[in-house]
C-alpha cells in the first residue's frame, strides 16, 4: 500500500536523466546542441533548441470545424506523437514568450524502411511541420554510416560528430535560416515580425548582433561569415518566391 501512497505522491519514480529512448538520440541531441552553440542561434537569432516536444504544442483542432470525437482524438493524437528535435524563435511580445518553430529534425531508425505504420507517422509529420512553416531534416541512420561501418560504431565521438556535420550540417542551418526568413517574407508570423518593413531590415539587425559576437574569438569569426552568406542566399531565394506567388 505504502508503494501505491508513494506513487500517487509522485514519489516512487527514479529521475530519469535523458529524454531519448535510443543511444543515436543521445547522441544526436548532443551534436545539435554544439551546433547550436556554434553558430550562436540564441544569441544572435533568440532560437532555442528543443527535443521531444508534442504535436499538440504547435498546432490546434478548429472546434466549430469538427465533431467532438474528431477532436478529442487528434487532440490526442498530437498529445503523444513528438517532434525529435526542434529550433525554435523566442520572443516576448505584450508580457508573453512566444515560440514560433523554424526547423524540425526526426531520426529515422534501421527499421524505418520496413515499418510502413512508421511511415504513415512520419508523413503525417511532414504535413504539420509544413503546416507550421518548419522545414523538416530528417537524419537516416543508414546514411551515416562509413563504408559498411554502422555509425552507431564508428570508434569515438568525434567520429561520429565528424560524419553528422558532413552530412547534414549545411542543410539543418539553411532550414533554421529559411525558417526564421520565411515568416517574415511571407507574414506567417505573429505581431512583433509585423512591424519589420522587409525581411532584409531583419537580416541587417541580425548580423548586426553577430557583428558585435564575432569580436568574442576567431571561431565566431568564422561563423558570422557563414551566417553572412547563407542569409543573403537565402533571402534573395525567398524573394524570388514571394515575387512568383504575388502574380500568381
Known amino acids: 500500500m505504502n508503494n501505491f501512497r508513494e506513487f500517487n505522491n509522485g514519489k516512487a519514480p527514479a529521475v530519469r536523466s535523458s529524454r531519448y529512448d535510443s543511444e543515436a538520440e543521445k547522441i544526436i541531441s548532443v551534436i545539435l546542441h554544439r551546433i547550436w552553440k556554434d553558430y550562436g542561434l540564441y544569441e544572435n537569432m533568440d532560437i532555442l533548441l528543443s527535443s521531444q516536444q508534442p504535436l499538440d504544442n504547435y498546432i490546434e483542432i478548429p472546434k466549430a470545424r469538427y465533431s467532438e470525437v474528431f477532436e478529442n482524438k487528434y487532440r490526442n493524437k498530437h498529445k503523444w506523437m513528438k517532434f525529435d528535435f526542434i529550433f525554435e524563435s523566442v520572443y516576448e511580445y505584450k508580457e508573453k514568450l512566444n515560440y514560433v518553430p523554424v526547423a524540425v529534425i526526426e531520426c529515422d531508425g534501421e527499421m524505418y524502411h520496413d515499418n510502413i505504420e512508421q ?130
Not at 511541420?129 to 546514411?143: D, H, S
Not at 570508434?155 to 547534414?168: D, G, I, W
Not at 553572412?228 to 531565394?237: D, H, S, W
Open 119 to 248: 511511415q504513415k507517422l512520419d508523413s503525417y509529420k511532414d504535413g504539420i511541420a509544413e503546416n507550421i512553416g518548419a522545414p523538416m531534416l530528417r537524419v537516416k541512420y543508414r546514411e551515416l554510416d562509413v563504408n559498411g561501418t554502422a555509425w552507431s560504431r564508428l570508434p569515438s565521438f568525434e567520429a561520429k560528430e565528424a560524419r553528422f556535420r558532413e552530412l547534414y550540417e549545411d542543410e539543418l542551418i539553411n532550414n533554421i535560416i529559411r525558417g526564421r526568413l520565411t515568416k517574415t517574407v511571407n507574414r506567417r508570423a505573429a505581431e512583433d515580425f509585423s512591424k519589420m518593413q522587409s525581411a532584409q531590415k531583419m537580416v541587417d539587425v541580425i548580423l548586426k548582433r553577430y557583428a558585435r559576437w564575432s569580436r568574442y574569438s576567431e571561431k565566431n569569426m568564422k561563423y558570422y561569415g557563414e551566417i553572412g552568406k547563407r542569409m543573403q542566399f537565402i533571402l534573395e531565394l525567398e524573394r524570388q518566391k514571394s515575387n512568383i506567388y504575388s502574380k500568381l
